[in-house]
């Protein structure tokens, strides 16, 4: 059955990857219809709104949308786009996985992590944010709640399920913030009873950063708070050789945005070189969010096999010599090979 989704190409390197993109999605002929919407600075010039209500309401009728990264302009006052539409379709949980792939530069070659991150409250809220009128002091809020804890920590748990993990490790700092993460571990423990079958581990934040980087292996599912889990996702990045590997899933009861972790990099935009995996491997959570799970594993394969085996069409942050398009033609080329 053919499923239409809101498109949105994106700003810097932003059009370059979605077009490669959506090659190789057609490639896979995976029943996807595009339905092309504007946001940021394309958006900013065309209609003079950096997020037109047009384009929510088109994301809003098809549920779910594959979008490039956004540049938010910096002063202005300009609120970040994504954080917008976190907000405005309340995707709770931001699921970030971390995958070593063959032949990258990287410290570790069997890393296979998903961070699930609170993405709507925590040290993130935009309200409370004061700095005193001498400048001296400054505050912010760090809200959690028992609704926000119990669907995120749920949320991990029914994944760990559903993709056959058999760990989920709940980061936290309850020795020292006591109310706000001690909450979401208070929650995480009393959820974690609820799936006998998934083994329940704790781990202070400061603590987990280090096991990541000494004994990454331990780690399977991991799910935390939105300041941790921002931190923690790139370091698992970091694990796998950067963000030109990392997606980022946003997940939310009535609809879902895949994006990569990355930025609009305006250093290389325009230059053909971007890596359009991060993209690719979002729009494989995607086919996978919309039971085309046979056809999300089939593009990771093909994602894998080009790295491994077409070293010179790969793009150069992974060592190649290639481009995004030549990247883009190998990985088409082992879908259909
Ligand atoms: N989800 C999003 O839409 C999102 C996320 C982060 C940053 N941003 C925006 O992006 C802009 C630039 O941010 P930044 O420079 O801090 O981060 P960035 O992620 O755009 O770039 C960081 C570095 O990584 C490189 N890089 C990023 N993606 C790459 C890819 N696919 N292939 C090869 N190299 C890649 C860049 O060239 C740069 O050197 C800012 O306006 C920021 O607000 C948007």
Known sequence: MSKTIAVIPGDGIGPEIMTATLRVLDALDCGLN???VDAGMVALDRHGDLLPKATLDRIAEHKVALKGPLTTPIGGGFTSINVILRRHFDLYANVRPAISFPGTRS???NIDIITVRENTEGAYLAEGQTL????EVAQSIIRNTRKGSTRIVRYAFELAVKKGRKKVTAVHKANILKTST?????VAREIAREYPQIQ???MIVDNTCMQLVMRPEQFDVIVTTNLFGDIISDLCAGLVGGLGLAPGDNIGEHAAIFEAVHGSAPDIAGKGIANPCALLLAAADMLDYLDKVAKGDQLRRAIRTAIELDQAQVTPDLGGKGSTDSFADAIVKRIKG
């Not at 005193?132 to 400048?135: F, I, L, P, R």
């Not at 001690?182 to 208070?186: A, D, I, K, R, S």
Request: net charge negative; charged share 35%; no cysteine.
């Open 34 to 36: 595009y339905d092309f």
């Open 107 to 109: 410290r570790y070659e």
């Open 132 to 135: 005193s009128e001498d400048g």
């Open 182 to 186: 001690g909450l979401f571990l208070n």
């Open 200 to 202: 329940f581990n704790e």
